[in-house]
């Protein structure tokens, strides 16, 4: 079956550091969502991606959908406590499956 | 705002018990889906439906386990019996579905913390 691998599992960074969390799946996605949790809370959507080489950006988080559509990216720019939580992404296999099967995710905490 | 109901929040049963979990879509979402979460295993999917038919609980253990839409505004996650091993965070989410190659986001309820002792 699908399956979708996320590392690093864990990722700790000191206030202002970049973070970078990346998505591989085992087969071609027709597209890529990515989730934040905040300890304690339930995912929320934060992008979808779906075509391929597409980059989006809010703010200090930029998103990359890879040119086979298999891998994708989300990084961020200059962290700040308010970052800290776990990243998920979650993709769609192609052939109009509606099935989104989530990483494992990133967990992110940032110190002060 | 609108936005996907589950209850209880929070369940303890003893081991033996039936657990049934509740979920109130976002009205007008046809997709619902049904997640596990644990540590060891992250975000589980059990099942999802569409429009109120079930279209894949392949991650469901089928022997305890069962999901159902009465209705456009209800999901019904039970387990009977419940096991230690079922403890976990139980989360719905609800969405449009595909529209065209694109499928759009699926908001997620606040979970279910289950308890099996």
């Known amino acids: 079956g699908q399956q979708v691998m996320q590392i690093p599992q864990y990722q700790h960074v000191q206030e202002g550091e970049d973070f970078t969390t990346y998505c591989n799946s085992s087969t071609t996605l027709s597209n890529i969502q990515w989730y934040k949790q905040r300890p304690g809370g339930h995912p929320v959507f934060l992008i979808q991606?779906?075509?391929?080489?597409e980059v989006k950006k809010q703010k200090r988080l930029t998103f990359q959908f890879g040119e086979a559509k298999k891998n994708s990216s989300l990084h961020i720019t200059a962290t700040q406590t308010t970052d800290v939580g776990t990243y998920f992404c979650?993709?769609?296999?192609?052939?109009?499956?509606?099935?989104?099967?989530f990483g494992k995710g990133t967990k992110l905490t940032v110190n002060p | 705002d609108a936005r996907v109901t589950q209850t209880p929040r929070h369940k303890v049963t003893e081991m033996g018990q039936e657990v049934t979990m509740r979920c109130q879509p976002i009205?007008?979402?046809?997709?619902v889906f049904w997640y596990r979460q644990t540590m060891m295993q992250g975000l589980e999917l059990l099942a999802y439906?569409?429009?109120?038919?079930?279209?894949?609980d392949s991650g469901m253990p089928k022997d305890r386990f069962s999901a159902e839409m009465p209705d456009a505004t209800l999901a019904t996650l039970k387990i009977q019996p419940s096991e230690p091993r079922d403890s976990a965070v139980y989360f719905c989410a609800s969405g449009l579905g595909r529209v065209g190659p694109v499928n759009t986001e699926a908001f997620f309820g606040q979970g279910t913390r289950l308890t099996v002792v």
């Open positions: 979650a993709g769609l296999t192609q052939g109009g499956s509606e099935k989104l099967v």
């Open positions: 439906f569409r429009n109120r038919a079930p279209l894949d």
């Open positions: 991606l779906v075509k391929s080489g």
């Open positions: 009205l007008g979402h046809n997709t």
